[in-house]
């Protein structure tokens, strides 16, 4: 338990610095994006960083309680504040993200934003890691649209841009919770052409967790992964605050559940996207987006042999 309680204190991350006290590099840094002008419903997701940094401070008084772990005080990591986004345009923004996530040679996570800036974070991890990224991708959408629209860049296009650069190995991805309505020849192009394994919401509740774990670890083996995780793969009983809500998602323990148990999978970094505040109860949805982001970070702190 920490010296204050979980109302005071700053309200970051986790209560994580902006920089380390003894001044060494980060093994973590988590930012946020406050962007979304590339939703096609309601917009609101420039304000998911902050309610998650304030839902995050609920999770700051204790270790997991199965994994053992405080992921704030188990890795070196920081919350660096918002990247910078330029006011009203998309694309330029997207340009301006890729840089800043380029300057960033630690492990990042990121909070906040619409879909679409998974784009740029994936080409600036792709030229650090290489490309052939495997995506492990909660959505109740696919996001391999080929245009927003009309527009040819959005919120529902991100993995047919990824996918078709290369940046994602779509053989070796799982998306997990899709449910929303799409057209048939999206769907057949993000499984039989793009070759997608895409576990719907539906398929979670009736095979169970266990499978879907099963299911994502046989397609991800040992290559390098991506977590991008949309808010909207969460039901709307569990996660109403977000743009495109679809009923019939996974509950916000399944997703946990599945979560838990993905230590083995080679993560190079993880966005938490589609937290739109203004449509939120209670801070539920808040709550939810930062408890999977603590769990993920437990994952780092495990593989670092830092339990406890
Ligand atoms: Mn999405």
Same mark, same amino acid.
């Given at each position: 338990?920490?010296?204050?309680?979980?109302?005071?204190?700053?309200?970051?991350?986790?209560?994580?610095?902006?920089?380390?006290? *003894?001044?060494?590099?980060?093994?973590?840094?988590?930012?946020?994006?406050?962007?979304?002008?590339?939703?096609?419903?309601?917009?609101?997701?420039?304000?998911?960083?902050?309610?998650?940094?304030?839902?995050?401070?609920?999770?700051?008084?204790?270790?997991?309680?199965?994994?053992?772990?405080?992921?704030?005080?188990?890795?070196?990591?920081? /919350?660096?504040?918002?990247?910078?986004?330029?006011?009203?345009?998309?694309?330029?923004?997207?340009?301006?993200?890729?840089?800043? $996530?380029?300057?960033?040679?630690?492990?990042?996570?990121?909070?906040?934003? *619409?879909?679409?800036?998974?784009?740029?974070?994936?080409?600036?991890?792709?030229?650090? !890691?290489?490309?052939?990224?495997?995506?492990? !991708?909660? *959505?109740?959408?696919?996001?391999?649209?080929?245009?927003?629209?009309?527009? %040819?860049?959005?919120?529902?296009?991100?993995?047919?841009?990824?996918? /078709?650069?290369?940046?994602?190995?779509?053989?070796?991805? $799982?998306?997990?919770?899709?449910?929303?309505?799409?057209?048939? /020849?999206?769907?057949?192009?993000?499984?039989?052409?793009?070759?997608?394994?895409?576990?719907?919401?539906?398929?979670?509740?009736?095979?169970?967790?266990?499978?879907?774990?099963?299911?994502?670890?046989?397609?991800?083996?040992?290559?390098?992964?991506?977590?991008?995780?949309?808010?909207?793969?969460?039901?709307?009983?569990?996660? %109403?605050?977000?743009?495109?809500?679809?009923?019939?998602?996974?509950?916000?323990?399944?997703?946990?559940?599945?979560?838990?148990?993905?230590?083995?999978?080679?993560?190079?970094?993880? *966005?938490? $996207?589609?937290?739109?505040?203004?449509?939120?109860?209670?801070?539920?949805?808040?709550?939810?987006?930062?408890?999977?982001?603590?769990?993920?970070?437990?994952?780092?702190?495990?593989?670092?042999?830092?339990?406890?």
């Amino acid at each position: 338990m920490g010296d204050h309680p979980t109302f005071a204190g700053p309200r970051t991350f986790l209560q994580m610095p902006a920089t380390l006290p *003894d001044g060494s590099p980060p093994e973590v840094t988590v930012v946020g994006i406050p962007f979304d002008l590339g939703t096609t419903n309601r917009a609101g997701a420039r304000f998911g960083p902050s309610a998650i940094r304030d839902a995050s401070l609920m999770l700051v008084d204790g270790d997991h309680p199965e994994m053992g772990i405080d992921p704030s005080r188990a890795l070196k990591a920081v /919350d660096a504040g918002d990247l910078s986004i330029v006011n009203g345009y998309l694309e330029e923004t997207l340009d301006l993200i890729e840089k800043q $996530v380029e300057g960033i040679d630690n492990h990042l996570v990121t909070m906040g934003g *619409d879909h679409t800036v998974t784009l740029p974070i994936l080409r600036a991890q792709a030229k650090r !890691h290489g490309k052939g990224i495997s995506l492990v !991708h909660f *959505d109740a959408h696919v996001d391999t649209w080929k245009d927003n629209f009309g527009a %040819p860049i959005g919120h529902g296009t991100p993995f047919h841009y990824a996918s /078709d650069e290369g940046l994602i190995d779509p053989k070796r991805s $799982v998306q997990i919770g899709i449910r929303s309505p799409t057209d048939r /020849d999206i769907m057949s192009y993000t499984t039989d052409e793009l070759g997608f394994t895409v576990i719907s919401a539906e398929q979670v509740h009736l095979d169970g967790v266990m499978k879907v774990i099963e299911t994502i670890q046989e397609t991800v083996g040992d290559n390098i992964a991506y977590l991008t995780f949309d808010i909207d793969g969460i039901d709307p009983s569990q996660a %109403p605050g977000t743009g495109t809500p679809e009923v019939g998602g996974l509950f916000t323990w399944q997703a946990l559940a599945i979560l838990k148990r993905l230590g083995g999978i080679n993560w190079i970094g993880m *966005d938490m $996207v589609e937290v739109a505040p203004a449509y939120d109860h209670a801070q539920i949805t808040a709550f939810a987006a930062a408890t999977f982001m603590w769990t993920y970070m437990c994952l780092l702190a495990q593989k670092n042999g830092e339990a406890g």
